[in-house]
């Protein structure tokens, strides 16, 4: 089996990346979100469960409680990061390993933050204005103080997108980038 051109989807938060995956599913891509994986991690990974509940005495399937913890203590966050990243690019490459289409597109929000970019063929960044992406999720508190800004995702991606119009916007741009990474 040929291996599938591997395409990462990154952006900020609320910026629609979750939007653009649907999008490449519906042109033909095989599609995974890593928030996906680290959810099923912590449903079902018994080292991962045992973790969460020893280090916070809270069961791993409380994903509030979690983020109330890590979202409120940097160290925390640390931790749950060194414990849950190397989960899941595990997962990743084990799922890429598997997939029989020509495109297999995951969105992995902290790609540039992990220094992920380097296991994919193609970057994708979709950015939104601050303004919209607040419309959608309220307010992020400091949560984005810690990610590449969307300057830098633009620059260093291969393609990138300012989801600020319709989904129809959306689908088409992502129409275009399906063609182009098919050609190649």
Do not use: Q
Not at 31 to 37: E, G, I, K, N
């Amino acid at each position: 089996m040929k291996r599938p051109l591997a395409v990462a989807v990154t952006g900020g938060i609320a910026a629609g990346k979750s939007e653009a995956l649907a999008a490449f599913a519906r042109h033909g891509a095989a599609t995974l979100s890593a928030d996906a994986v680290v959810h099923d991690l912590l449903a079902h990974d018994d080292e991962v469960r045992a973790a969460v509940r020893d280090r916070w005495g809270i069961d791993a399937d409380d994903r509030a409680g979690i983020g109330e913890i890590v979202f409120g203590d940097r160290a925390e966050l640390d931790w749950l990061e060194r414990l849950l990243h190397p989960k899941t690019r595990a997962a990743t490459a084990a799922w890429l390993e598997t997939v029989d289409a020509p495109l297999a597109v995951v969105e992995v929000p902290l790609l540039y933050e992990t220094g992920g970019e380097t296991r994919f063929d193609a970057v994708v960044a979709i950015t939104a204005p601050a303004e919209v992406r607040a419309a959608r999720r309220g307010e992020f508190g400091d949560r984005e103080a810690r990610l590449v800004p969307d300057e830098e995702k633009v620059r260093r991606a291969d393609y990138a997108y300012v989801n600020d119009g319709s989904l129809d916007d959306l689908d088409a741009f992502v129409a275009e980038v399906v063609d182009e990474l098919c050609a190649r």
